[in-house]
């Protein structure tokens, strides 16, 4: 009986693990310091997790960090919400800048490209420093 208690042990470790690494996210570039860095890790909230919507995108507002698939970059972007606006057809939309970039992106951005937020704790991002560092350097980043 004992076996079969540790390997369920084992079993619920290993789904809080993957459970946990869904919900962080590797920083890759200095677009946001001195908030987070390169290397650093965020703690995220997903818009799908498994079919759940972990946060409502109606909610998102001026000042929270998002990540979302852009148009003008292959890769997801993790920036902050500056502005909201509805464009001629009546679509909301988000202006994003990076805290460390001197103008904004250049695309808005639509609900259907955010993908997660930033977890805050009060104002401050939630946030595991340098960690990310063995990501970039597997990935070769």
């Given at each position: 009986?004992?076996?079969?208690r540790e ?19 590797v ?11 390169r290397?650093?890790?965020v703690?995220i ?22 990540i ?5 970059f ?23 800048k ?10 808005p ?7 997660a937020?930033?977890?805050?704790l ?20």
């Amino acid at each position: 009986m004992a076996d079969n208690r540790e390997i369920i042990s084992y079993v619920v470790i290993i789904v809080i693990g993957i459970i946990l690494a869904q919900h962080m996210n590797v920083v890759v570039s200095g677009s946001m310091e001195p908030v987070f860095y390169r290397g650093d890790v965020v703690v995220i909230e997903k818009t799908d997790f498994l079919g759940i919507p972990e946060i409502n995108k109606d909610d998102l507002k001026v000042g929270d960090i998002v990540i979302y698939q852009a148009t003008w970059f292959p890769d997801p972007v993790i920036h902050r919400i500056v502005e909201t606006g509805t464009d001629v057809n009546g679509t909301p939309y988000y202006v994003t800048k990076g805290d460390n970039n001197p103008v904004h992106d250049p695309e808005p951005v639509y609900h259907d490209q955010v993908m997660a937020k930033v977890v805050t704790l009060g104002n401050t991002p939630f946030v595991i420093p340098k960690v990310g560092y063995i990501t970039l350097w597997i990935r070769g980043l």
